[in-house]
């Protein structure tokens, strides 16, 4: 097992800049591909960004790419989100996940295992 914990939402204003956490543990980190995905209100839950086991690949979803970044340190476990420039339209629960593969993919279904989420809100 695999247990994630999400940290670093909240209120933000237009323009902004969050940094969201995922702390991993339980096994070998460095084993897993690790994800970011959202969930906005009334919407799918959707993908955000993934990064590889070592971070040598990292692949974003065109909504996010060049305003947000991924990263890693797998000497700490944990995960990184850095969101800058903010918009309404990025309002959702952020989840990070690990998927158990040296190819790291968009699909949801792919991921083993999810942590619980963390808000991120952006007033205008």
């Known amino acids: 097992q695999v247990q994630l914990v999400e940290s670093g939402g909240g209120l933000v204003q237009v323009g902004g800049s969050l940094r969201l956490s995922c702390a991993a543990s339980g096994r070998t980190f460095s084993n897993y591909a690790m994800g970011w995905f959202r969930r906005a209100p009334g919407k799918e839950r959707e993908f955000v960004a993934v990064?590889?086991?070592?971070?040598?690949?990292?692949y974003y979803a065109d909504f996010v790419k060049g305003r947000f970044t991924i990263s890693r340190d797998n000497a700490k476990n944990t995960m990184y989100l850095q969101m800058n420039s903010l918009r309404p339209e990025d309002t959702a629960a952020y989840y990070c996940?690990?998927?158990?593969?040296?190819?790291?993919?968009?699909?949801?279904?792919?991921?083993?295992?999810w942590g619980q989420g963390t808000q991120v809100t952006v007033s205008s």
């Open positions: 996940a690990a998927d158990y593969t040296e190819v790291p993919t968009t699909g949801i279904y792919e991921y083993d295992y």
């Open positions: 990064i590889s086991r070592s971070g040598g690949y990292i």
